[in-house]
């Protein structure tokens, strides 16, 4: 049974404090209701409600999901797709993801410089509002990571609190890289793209 979303929220703050106290002070305080209500106005349509409890839990903070979690009000600057032709973009599993090189009603969530993981907000004829994506500046294929961001902080807490995962100091600075592990026991470094990082989420194979 999947647990409620504060739950999880309230268990990832515990597994930070207890394995990576540094990259937990990097974690910034909630954003307002207010500042997401003027968000979502600018998107044009509104957020799923657990990005919404995400962005009230934390704005934002460094690695926090083995990728950057940027702050909500950040700048992400042009993403290097948006001038590319339409059609090109493979989708996995096919027919979740449109295929579109960039879509305005993609939220960019985690991630950056050219590799993305996205709440998609205008899903494939067979994706679901709200999934969420990856999305890489260097590869054609767009892999779901889940159906939710609940599913997706679902199994990535089972995956820290089940040991399924390292993390590491970055020497010469304290802050802690968290990196997950494949089926085999592996640590998932970049190998092709950003979806690699994430071994058996969704449509992502579990090893490389």
Same mark, same amino acid.
């Given at each position: 049974?999947?647990?409620?979303?504060?739950?999880?929220?309230?268990?990832?703050?515990?597994?930070?404090?207890? =394995?990576?106290?540094?990259?937990?002070?990097?974690l910034r305080p909630?954003?307002?209701e207010e500042w997401l209500a003027g968000y979502e106005a600018s998107l044009g349509v509104p957020l799923p409600e657990d990005v919404?409890?995400?962005?009230? #839990? =934390?704005?934002?903070g460094q690695y926090a999901f083995v990728v950057d979690f940027p702050h909500l009000l950040s700048e992400f600057g042009p993403h290097g797709l948006e001038d590319e032709e339409a059609g090109? %973009?493979?989708?996995?599993?096919?027919?979740?993801?449109?295929?579109?090189?960039?879509?305005?009603? #993609? =939220?960019?969530?985690?991630?950056?410089?050219?590799?993305y993981i996205v709440v998609d907000l205008d899903p494939g004829p067979s994706g679901t509002y709200g999934q969420l994506v990856v999305v890489d500046r260097d590869h054609e294929t767009r892999y779901v990571l889940a159906e939710s961001l609940t599913a997706f902080l679902t199994e990535f807490l089972e995956r820290l609190e089940g040991g399924r995962c390292v993390a590491e100091k970055n020497p010469p600075n304290?802050?802690?890289?968290?990196?997950?592990?494949?089926?085999?026991?592996?640590? %998932?470094?970049?190998?092709?793209?950003? %979806?690699?990082l994430f071994p058996g989420f969704g449509a992502v194979p579990d090893s490389p």
């Open positions: 049974m999947t647990p409620p979303l504060p739950e999880i929220l309230r268990r990832l703050d515990n597994w930070y404090a207890q =394995h990576t106290p540094y990259l937990f002070q990097t909630g954003i307002s919404r409890e995400l962005y009230c #839990w =934390h704005g934002g090109w %973009a493979m989708s996995q599993p096919p027919g979740a993801v449109r295929q579109v090189a960039w879509s305005d009603r #993609w =939220h960019d969530l985690f991630g950056g410089d050219g590799s304290t802050l802690e890289s968290i990196y997950l592990l494949d089926r085999r026991g592996v640590r %998932a470094d970049i190998r092709q793209g950003i %979806a690699d």
